[in-house]
């Protein structure tokens, strides 16, 4: 019930398209979804986050859609750069405790 | 704001030795921080959060006298592998909970990293 499913594993897209990454989660305590980005041999960065009182939330070309009786979220990227290309997490953490749970992460590779 | 800072970067050290990893927030306080193991290509693995003046908390299966942290002051975290051996080598990355800044009791703001190479 702690999980965070993260899909898909890995996603490549031209230059300009719109990679779509989805995460699933099972626990409703859940009230707080972040969206981490991370290139090789760095730490994540926070990207963008939301709560469950919103649907949508955008911050630049990063878009979250949040679906609470579906109990899943994602990151849309809109006009993707190359500069884009790096590993994707999504995380959820609760009230209750301190800690972030990670999803398995995707890979995102973003061609001129 | 919120900076998280590690050193070294990058360590190489023979079996056997311990090797000390330090995670400092540079322009707030924390409160808590946090240690992870990532492996290649992997997700982040909680290993540990830690408090300030208190002892840290262990997620299960990891060895609490093998990974020994100290969270001696609001800026300041360590990690000791002690007597590492080469299964021990991976990234080791930090996190630190600023309690003012942002919008979200869980935010966390992670440091670069640390690159950890037994012999």
């Known amino acids: 019930q702690q999980q965070v499913k993260q899909s898909p594993q890995s996603l490549i897209v031209q230059k300009g398209g719109i990679p779509i990454i989805n995460c699933a989660y099972e626990n409703t305590a859940f009230d707080y979804f972040p969206w981490y980005q991370q290139f090789p041999g760095k730490g994540p960065a926070l990207l963008i986050a939301i709560r469950p009182d919103v649907s949508e939330k955008k911050e630049g070309r990063f878009t979250i859609s949040f679906n609470k009786s579906a109990k899943q979220f994602s990151l849309h990227i809109m006009d993707s750069q190359p500069g884009d290309s790096a590993t994707y997490f999504c995380a959820a953490s609760s009230m209750d405790t301190d800690k972030l749970i990670f999803g398995t992460g995707t890979r995102l590779q973003v061609f001129p | 704001g919120a900076v998280v800072s590690q050193h070294p970067s990058r360590v190489i050290c023979k079996s056997g030795t311990s090797v000390k990893i330090e995670c400092r927030s540079l322009?707030?306080?924390?409160?808590?921080m946090f240690w992870y193991r990532q492996f290649p290509k992997k997700s982040l693995m909680l290993m540990a959060t830690s408090n300030e003046g208190s002892k840290a908390t262990y997620e299960q299966g990891v060895e609490k006298d093998k990974f020994l942290i100290n969270h001696a002051s609001l800026t300041l975290s360590t990690l000791t592998v002690t007597s590492a051996h080469p299964e021990d080598s991976s990234f080791y990355i930090c996190?630190?909970?600023?309690?003012?800044?942002?919008?979200?009791?869980?935010?966390?703001?992670f440091g670069p990293g640390t690159r950890l190479t037994v012999l």
């Open positions: 322009d707030f306080q924390a409160t808590t």
């Open positions: 996190s630190a909970h600023d309690p003012v800044a942002g919008n979200s009791y869980n935010e966390q703001f």
